[in-house]
C-alpha cells in the first residue's frame, strides 16, 4: 500500500499544535469565508483558514439541543412506551440510550477544528481522498430522510389540529400548503449558511422550551408514574423491548456524528481546546434527552388517560390528549421546530453535494438537496409506504454509519489529530496524489474494515425488510448496528498494527508502536 506523488503543497497554515500546508488555489478573499447573520455563507468545504472562523464550542450545545426541540426527535421516546413498556422502564431505556449516544458522538467533532472542513472530507485521512466519498454519501443520504421526516411530522401534527378544532374530514391541501411554506423557509436557512442555523437553533431553545414545560401543565393531570405499561410487548419480551428502546435512543444520537464537523469546522483550534469541543458536544447530546424524554412523560399520559390506544399515531394522539389551549405549542414543535430540525439535515446536504459532485458550489449544491428534499416530502405524502421505508432505511443505514464513525474517532487519535489538510483537499480541486492518495485513492485499511463491519452488522440486524440469521441468536433485537460498531473498533487497530501506515501520515508526530 504505497503512497503516490504528493500534489503540490501551498502556504503554510496551522491544524492544532501542527504545521500543515494550505490547499493551493485557497482564496484569501475574506468575504468568501464571511459566516454573519442575514449574509450569505459562501465556502463550503473549502479548507476555512483559522483566521476566520468565529465560532465557538456553546453554538455546538446549542444546535443540538435546539434542534432537537421537534416532534421528530420528541417521538424517539414516545416509542418505548407504544412498544409495551412501563413509564420507568421506558424513562431508563430513553436515559441509558442517551448517555451511550453522547458518549459516541463527543469525540467527532475534533476533526473539523484540525482540517477547518466537514467531517467525510476529514475522513479522506483514513479512508483515501476517493474513499471519503462513503462518509459524504452516508451523510447525504440520512440527512436527506431525517429532513422528510421532520417536515412529515410537521404535517402530521397540523392534521391533527384540524382535525380536533376544526372537525376536518380532509387535511390533504393543508398539508400540501404546509409543506411548501416548510420547504421555503427551510431552503432560505441553509442557503444562508452555519451563522443564521445556529440562530435559528438558539431562537428554538427558549421558545420549544417554553412549550415542553407548559407540556408538563397540560398533560400532567393524565400522567401516571406508575403506568405498568399494555402488558404486550411488540419485541416478545419487556427485556428485548427495553433494549431495543435503548439502541433506537443511541443510534438517534450516534448518528449525527457525521455532521459534527459540519459545525466545528468554523472553530479554530487555538482558541478552544479539544476538551472544551468535546465537552459541548457531550453536553448537547445528553441535552436531546430532555424533548425524548418529554415524548416518554406525554405518551404515557395519552396512553394511560385514555385518550389513544398504543396503535394510534403518537402524534394525532398528542393532539387528540391535549386542550384545547395547548394545540398550538403542539403545532410549533411540529412545524417551527420541525424546520429547525430540518435545516441541520438540508445543510448538511448541501456541503456532501458539493463534495461529491466539485463543480457545484455550496449554494448550488443546497439548492438542490433542498429541492430533492421537498420532492421527496410530496412524493412520501401520496404513497405512504414511503415514509415506512425511509425509517427502515435509516435504521439499517445505522449499520453503515456507525463503524464509519468508530473508524475516524480511532483513526484520529491513532494519527494523535495530524491532517495534512491540502492533501484532504485533492479530490475537491480534482487532482490526484498527496499523502491521502493511498492505493488510487482508497486507504484499503479503512476501507475493508468498514466493508466487513457493516456486513456483518447486517446479518445480526432485525427490520420490517429482513432479518439477518444473526439476529436470531439475540431473539430478534437489532442489534447490528452495536455489533458493527464493536467490530470496527477491534478490526481496524489491528489493521493498523499488522499493515502500518507509511509515518508521513504521522507529520511531525511519531506514529503508534507497531508490530512488523
Known amino acids: ?235 416478545g419480551s419487556a427485556t428485548a423491548t427495553w433494549m431495543a428502546s435503548f439502541l433506537i435512543t443511541t443510534s438517534t444520537i450516534s448518528s449525527l456524528g457525521p455532521y459534527a464537523g459540519d459545525w466545528t469546522r468554523h472553530i479554530t483550534p487555538r482558541l478552544h481546546s479539544d476538551r472544551a469541543i468535546t465537552l459541548a458536544l457531550f453536553l448537547g447530546a445528553l441535552c436531546m434527552g430532555i424533548p425524548m424524554l418529554w415524548g416518554t412523560f406525554t405518551a404515557t399520559a395519552v396512553l394511560g388517560g385514555g385518550a389513544v390506544t398504543a396503535a394510534d399515531p403518537y402524534v394525532l394522539g398528542l393532539v387528540a390528549g391535549a386542550p384545547a389551549w395547548f394545540v398550538p405549542a403542539v403545532l410549533y414543535l411540529g412545524l417551527a421546530s420541525g424546520t429547525a430540525q430540518a435545516v441541520i439535515n438540508t445543510y448538511g446536504t448541501g456541503l456532501d453535494t458539493s463534495s461529491i459532485i466539485p463543480r457545484l458550489n455550496r449554494v448550488q449544491a443546497t439548492l438542490v438537496a433542498c429541492g430533492v428534499s421537498a420532492a421527496l416530502v410530496y412524493v412520501g405524502h401520496f404513497y405512504s409506504a414511503i415514509v415506512a421505508g425511509i425509517s427502515v432505511f435509516l435504521q439499517v443505514l445505522t449499520c453503515f454509519s456507525l463503524p464509519w464513525i468508530v473508524i475516524v474517532a480511532i483513526g484520529h487519535f491513532y494519527r494523535r489529530g495530524y491532517y495534512d489538510v491540502a492533501a484532504l483537499q485533492v479530490f475537491n480541486q480534482r487532482r490526484r496524489g498527496g499523502i491521502y492518495w493511498f492505493t488510487a485513492g482508497f486507504n484499503l485499511r479503512g476501507l475493508l474494515v468498514w466493508c466487513a463491519a457493516a456486513a456483518v452488522g447486517l446479518l445480526c440486524s432485525s427490520n420490517a425488510w429482513f432479518v439477518g440469521p444473526g439476529a436470531e441468536l439475540f431473539g430478534g433485537i437489532d442489534l447490528g448496528f452495536l455489533i458493527a460498531g464493536v467490530l470496527a473498533a477491534v478490526l481496524y487497530p489491528l489493521a493498523l498494527i499488522r499493515y502500518p501506515e507509511s509515518e508521513e501520515v504521522y507529520g511531525d508526530r511519531k506514529p503508534a508502536p507497531t508490530a512488523r
Open 1 to 235: 500500500m504505497s503512497t503516490e506523488t504528493t500534489a503540490p503543497a501551498g502556504p503554510t497554515a496551522t491544524t492544532g499544535n501542527t504545521a500543515t500546508t494550505e490547499p493551493p488555489g485557497t482564496t484569501l478573499d475574506p468575504q468568501f469565508f464571511a459566516d454573519r447573520m442575514g449574509r450569505i455563507e459562501r465556502c463550503g468545504i473549502e479548507y476555512i483558514p483559522e483566521d476566520n472562523r468565529k465560532s465557538t464550542p456553546r453554538n455546538l450545545t446549542a444546535i443540538l439541543f435546539g434542534s432537537s426541540l421537534a416532534l421528530s426527535v420528541i417521538i424517539i421516546g414516545a416509542f418505548p412506551v407504544t412498544f409495551g413498556l412501563s413509564f420507568w422502564q421506558a424513562a431508563t431505556s430513553v436515559a441509558a440510550g442517551t448517555l451511550l449516544g453522547a458518549i459516541l458522538l463527543a469525540p467527532m467533532g475534533l476533526m473539523g477544528p484540525r482540517t477547518g472542513t466537514n467531517n467525510p472530507v476529514a475522513s479522506g485521512a483514513f479512508f483515501g481522498v476517493a474513499g471519503r466519498l462513503i462518509g459524504s454519501l452516508l451523510e447525504a443520504t440520512a440527512a436527506l430522510a431525517f429532513a422528510a421526516l421532520s417536515i412529515w411530522t410537521g404535517g402530521d401534527a397540523l392534521a391533527g389540529a384540524l382535525v380536533t378544532v376544526f372537525h376536518l374530514d380532509d387535511t390533504t391541501v393543508p398539508r400540501l400548503v404546509a409543506y411548501a411554506v416548510l420547504a421555503v423557509i427551510v431552503t432560505a436557512i441553509s442557503v444562508l449558511g452555519h451563522a443564521n442555523m445556529v440562530a435559528a437553533q438558539r431562537f428554538m431553545i427558549p421558545t420549544a422550551g417554553l412549550c415542553l414545560l407548559l407540556g408538563l401543565f397540560a398533560y400532567g393531570g393524565d400522567f401516571d408514574p406508575s403506568y405498568a405499561g399494555t402488558g404486550e410487548y411488540v419485541f
